[in-house]
C-alpha cells in the first residue's frame, strides 16, 4: 500500500545578493529577453497555427516583442471542443491515482528544471519583479498542484458512515457530464495553472483560453504538463479574442462548467449567456468565478504606525496593485494621521519604480496600454477634484514602458470615485475619520464597495478588533487581522469573496474540487425482499 503523501508549502525564494538562484534568474530572463518565439495553438498535443497573430511584449519595454502566438478561431475551438469529448471517454475513468501522480510530477518539474523558465516568463511578460513571480508562478503554482491531489485523494475517502448488515453504500465521485472552460487572467501564472488543472484533477476536460496580455508563461506551462504526462487533449490550449472562442463555446451544449477570473462585467456576460443558453445544455454548467475587488483595511487608533505604513505599502503596491486583494482603499483616524503620514510618505520616498530585471525596484510596470490609460484617468479625475489630494505620487509616462508612480490620493468624501470603483492599478486613496466614530465607520466600510473580496483591519484593541470582525463578516471573503489584505497561500487561507468579487468557491482547499465533481450515490444490496408485505400489513 502506497504511503500518504501529505502536501507542504514550497519554500519562497530569496534571490539575494550574491544567490545561485539570483545568478540563474537573471541569466534566464536576459537569454529570454532577447528571443522571441512563436506559440501555436495546442489541440489533442498537436500544434496549429493561423493568420490571426497576437504579440506578447514586455510592459516595462512594450516595444520589444518577446513572443508571437496564433489566435483561435471557431474552427480550433469546435476541434478543441471535439476532441475534448473524446479524450474525456477515457480521463474520466482514469484512476485518481494516475492523475494526482501526474500533477504531483508536474509539482516536481516546476521546483526544478521548469523554475527559472516560468518565473523569468512571468517577470517578462507580466513585469513582476523576481520575489513577486516567485511567490505566484513557482511557489504557489507547485502549492495548488500538490494540495489539490491531497484534496483530491481526501474527496474520494469521504463515504457514507453507514452501511447497515446486508448493504454496502458507496460514492463515486464522477467528472462532469462535457467540458469545462477555463478563462484565466493575466495576473497570475499560478491562478492561470490552477483554472485549468484543478477540473482536470478530477477527471474533467478543459478547454483554455489564457488572457491576450499574458500568453507566454501560459504556453510554457502548457509544455511543462505534457512534460509531466498529462495525456493530450485533456488541455487544450486556446489563446485567442474573448469573442471568437467564447462564443462558440458558451453556445455548446456539452459545456458543463466555467472555471472563471477576471473581470466582474466579463464574468456577468458569461453568466448571462449560459442563461439564455440553459435550455439548449445537456446538464446545467457549474459557474465559478472570481472576479472584482475594492479591498479595504480599516485602521483603528491603537494600531502600530510602522506595522500599519509597511502594510499600506505592500498591500496596495506590490505587482503594481494589480491584485484583485491589492488594498485600495484605507480608513484612518484622524487622531493618528499626522504621524502615519510622517511615516508612510517618507517610505514612499524610498520605493524605485523600473524594469523587473532591475531586482532593486519595487514597483514595475502596468500590464498594458489599455490598463495605463484607465488607472492613469483615474489619478487625473482626483487632481482635478476639489474633495481630494495626491499626497504621493501621481506621475506617469508610457514612453517605454508603462509606468505609473505609486499614488496615493487623500479625500474628504468617503464616496470619491476611487474609494468606490476598482482601480486594478498602484492606488490607494485614503479617508480619515474620527476615532469616536468607530461604528459608524465599520458600516462605512461595508457598504461603500460592491464588492466583498478581501479586506483587513489593524490595531491593538482586541475588543475594537473582534467589533470589526463581527460588523464586517460579509465584507470580505478573505479577512486579515493586523495584516495586509493579499498573500493568500494555498492550504492556510482558501481564497475568494462574495457579493460582487465571485461565487467564493475557495481556490487553495476542497471545496473548490468538489465544483468539478458529479457524485452517485451506490446502494448495492445482498439479500433483496422476495414479498411486497410489509409487517404492518398482517391482520390483527
Not at 545561485?20 to 528571443?35: F, G, S, T
Not at 522571441?36 to 516583442?65: A, F, L, V, W
Request: glycine share 6%.
Amino acid at each position: 500500500m502506497n504511503q500518504k503523501k501529505y502536501a507542504v508549502n514550497e519554500t519562497v525564494k530569496s534571490y539575494e545578493p550574491g544567490s545561485q538562484e539570483r545568478h540563474d534568474i537573471q541569466k534566464k530572463y536576459d537569454e529570454m529577453a532577447n528571443q522571441s518565439i512563436d506559440i501555436p495553438i495546442i489541440i489533442n498535443g498537436k500544434e496549429y497555427r493561423t493568420e490571426e497573430i497576437g504579440e506578447c511584449i514586455m510592459p516595462h519595454d512594450h516595444q520589444n516583442i518577446i513572443a508571437t502566438y496564433h489566435k483561435a478561431g471557431k474552427k480550433e475551438v469546435e476541434l478543441a471542443i471535439n476532441n475534448a469529448l473524446e479524450v474525456w471517454k477515457t480521463w474520466s475513468r482514469t484512476s485518481l491515482e494516475e492523475r494526482t501522480e501526474i500533477f504531483r510530477r508536474a509539482a516536481e518539474l516546476l521546483q526544478g528544471k521548469w523554475r527559472d523558465t516560468i518565473n523569468a516568463a512571468t517577470m517578462l511578460n507580466q513585469s513582476k519583479n523576481v520575489y513577486q513571480a516567485e511567490i505566484d508562478s513557482a511557489c504557489e503554482l507547485i502549492d495548488f498542484f500538490n494540495f489539490n491531489s491531497q484534496y483530491a485523494e481526501e474527496i474520494y475517502n469521504n463515504q457514507p458512515l453507514i452501511s447497515p448488515d446486508g448493504v454496502k453504500n458507496h460514492l463515486e465521485y464522477r467528472p462532469l457530464e462535457g467540458f469545462i472552460f477555463a478563462i484565466t487572467p493575466f495576473n497570475f501564472t499560478s491562478i492561470a495553472g490552477n483554472l485549468p488543472s484543478a477540473p482536470a484533477l478530477m477527471g474533467n476536460v478543459a478547454l483554455w483560453k489564457p488572457a491576450s496580455s499574458a500568453v507566454l508563461p501560459c504556453y510554457y506551462l502548457m509544455k511543462m504538463l505534457e512534460e509531466a504526462g498529462l495525456p493530450n487533449g485533456v488541455i487544450n490550449f486556446l489563446p485567442g479574442s474573448g469573442g471568437k472562442v467564447g462564443d462558440p463555446v458558451l453556445s455548446n451544449p456539452n459545456l458543463a462548467g466555467v472555471h472563471f477570473t477576471g473581470s466582474t462585467e466579463t464574468f456577468q456576460h458569461i453568466w448571462k449567456s449560459i442563461g439564455n443558453n440553459i435550455n439548449n445544455y445537456k446538464t446545467y454548467p457549474r459557474i465559478v468565478g472570481e472576479t472584482g475587488g475594492k479591498d479595504f483595511c480599516i485602521a483603528h487608533e491603537s494600531v502600530d504606525i510602522e506595522e500599519l505604513s509597511t502594510a499600506m505599502i505592500r498591500g496596495a503596491f506590490e505587482f503594481q496593485g494589480q491584485k484583485c486583494s491589492a488594498m485600495s482603499r484605507a480608513y484612518i483616524p484622524t487622531n493618528i494621521w499626522e504621524q502615519l503620514k510622517k511615516v508612510y510618505l517618507s517610505e514612499m520616498e524610498t520605493i524605485k519604480v523600473g524594469s523587473p530585471r532591475d531586482f532593486s525596484n519595487f514597483v514595475n510596470a502596468v500590464i498594458d496600454k489599455n490598463a495605463f490609460d484607465s488607472i492613469t484617468n483615474y489619478i487625473e479625475f482626483a487632481t482635478n477634484a476639489a474633495s481630494a489630494d495626491i499626497i504621493s505620487g501621481g506621475n506617469y509616462d508610457d514612453s517605454k514602458g508603462f509606468f505609473i508612480e505609486p499614488t496615493t490620493i487623500l479625500t474628504t468624501d468617503p464616496y470619491f470615485k476611487t474609494m468606490v470603483e476598482e482601480i486594478f492599478g498602484p492606488v490607494l486613496t485614503i479617508y480619515l475619520y474620527d476615532p469616536k466614530d468607530w461604528d459608524s465607520t465599520l458600516d462605512l466600510v461595508d457598504k461603500t464597495s460592491p464588492y466583498a473580496l478581501t479586506g483587513c483591519v489593524m490595531g491593538k484593541d482586541k475588543n475594537a478588533i473582534q467589533k470589526a470582525k463581527d460588523h464586517l463578516t460579509h465584507s470580505a471573503g478573505n479577512f486579515y487581522i493586523n495584516d495586509k489584505p493579499t498573500g493568500a497561500v494555498v492550504g492556510q487561507q482558501p481564497f475568494g469573496g462574495s457579493r460582487a468579487s465571485g461565487t467564493n468557491d475557495k481556490a487553495g482547499s476542497e471545496l473548490n474540487l468538489q465544483r468539478w465533481i458529479s457524485i452517485r450515490t451506490v446502494k448495492e444490496t445482498f439479500d433483496p425482499p422476495k414479498d411486497y408485505r410489509y409487517p404492518f400489513l398482517n391482520e390483527d
